[in-house]
């Protein structure tokens, strides 16, 4: 275990709901907050990476940023995990979609998360180890989704360390191994859980659509956001 606080969490012990929302967005965490929870307060604010918890339908729910890329989704939900004795983290965040089946504003859920990263050389396995999600949480959100209605594809994600890449072949080279969008957290996410014991899960909207060039400007991606963002209230209760 980790001490408390840690160098990113100036929460105190118990300030954090056992799952834990984690946008990439510190904005979005504060929108999620204020607009969903009941009673929401500010339990760590480090870097500007705030974390809240209120309750969603009666139920004790964090919310708190990862920032961006599997560096920081590593820092933070590790010392939730290892730290805070958070159970659960979802990830609610945006990929670019690069299947033709795939559209603007789906949901994408992750039962795993392919990576170009070499996140997982830290363990020094002799192979490959492939990030996966928890299958409880990933068989609650299909069914949630599939109540609700929503659009939503399960299957593999890749967590690129890159945003802007010199390889202009890369997501064509991913899109033939059936990969349904590029976002840059999930693996991260997923190892870490792994390693400690704890459940992730990772679902995202389309946003963009790498084959098509189609994308959703700021006030679309707000708008689509709250289908993804109520399936993930749902499925922490």
């Given at each position: 275990m980790l001490n408390?606080?840690?160098?990113?969490n100036?929460?105190?012990p118990g300030d954090f709901a056992k799952t834990v929302l984690m946008p990439g967005d510190p904005l979005r965490a504060r929108m999620i907050a204020e607009r969903f929870l009941d009673g929401a307060r500010l339990v760590n604010d480090v870097r500007g990476i705030g974390g809240f918890t209120g309750a969603w339908?009666?139920?004790?729910?964090s919310v708190m940023a990862s920032?961006?890329?599997m560096p920081s989704m590593g820092i933070y939900s590790y010392e939730l995990f290892e730290a805070y004795g958070v159970e659960n983290i979802i990830r609610i965040g945006s990929a670019g979609a690069i299947q033709e089946n795939v559209k603007i504003r789906d949901l994408l859920i992750g039962?795993?998360?392919c990576t170009n990263s070499n996140y997982a050389s830290q363990y020094h396995l002799p192979g490959t180890f492939a990030p996966l999600a928890d299958f409880g949480l990933l068989k609650r959100a299909a069914g949630l989704a599939e109540e609700k209605g929503y659009s939503f594809h399960v299957g593999n994600l890749l967590s690129s360390d890159t945003f802007y890449t010199d390889d202009e072949t890369a997501a064509a080279q991913w899109r033939k191994m059936?990969?349904?969008g590029i976002e840059m957290e999930a693996a991260a996410l997923y190892m870490n859980a792994a390693r400690c014991g704890k459940r992730a899960l990772a679902i995202c909207?389309?946003?963009d659509h790498i084959l098509t060039g189609e994308e959703l400007d700021a006030k679309a991606r707000q708008e689509s956001f709250l289908?993804?963002?109520e399936l993930a209230l749902d499925l922490a209760v």
């Amino acid at each position: 275990m980790l001490n408390v606080p840690t160098p990113h969490n100036g929460a105190k012990p118990g300030d954090f709901a056992k799952t834990v929302l984690m946008p990439g967005d510190p904005l979005r965490a504060r929108m999620i907050a204020e607009r969903f929870l009941d009673g929401a307060r500010l339990v760590n604010d480090v870097r500007g990476i705030g974390g809240f918890t209120g309750a969603w339908k009666g139920c004790p729910v964090s919310v708190m940023a990862s920032g961006m890329g599997m560096p920081s989704m590593g820092i933070y939900s590790y010392e939730l995990f290892e730290a805070y004795g958070v159970e659960n983290i979802i990830r609610i965040g945006s990929a670019g979609a690069i299947q033709e089946n795939v559209k603007i504003r789906d949901l994408l859920i992750g039962m795993g998360a392919c990576t170009n990263s070499n996140y997982a050389s830290q363990y020094h396995l002799p192979g490959t180890f492939a990030p996966l999600a928890d299958f409880g949480l990933l068989k609650r959100a299909a069914g949630l989704a599939e109540e609700k209605g929503y659009s939503f594809h399960v299957g593999n994600l890749l967590s690129s360390d890159t945003f802007y890449t010199d390889d202009e072949t890369a997501a064509a080279q991913w899109r033939k191994m059936g990969v349904l969008g590029i976002e840059m957290e999930a693996a991260a996410l997923y190892m870490n859980a792994a390693r400690c014991g704890k459940r992730a899960l990772a679902i995202c909207t389309v946003s963009d659509h790498i084959l098509t060039g189609e994308e959703l400007d700021a006030k679309a991606r707000q708008e689509s956001f709250l289908e993804m963002i109520e399936l993930a209230l749902d499925l922490a209760v």
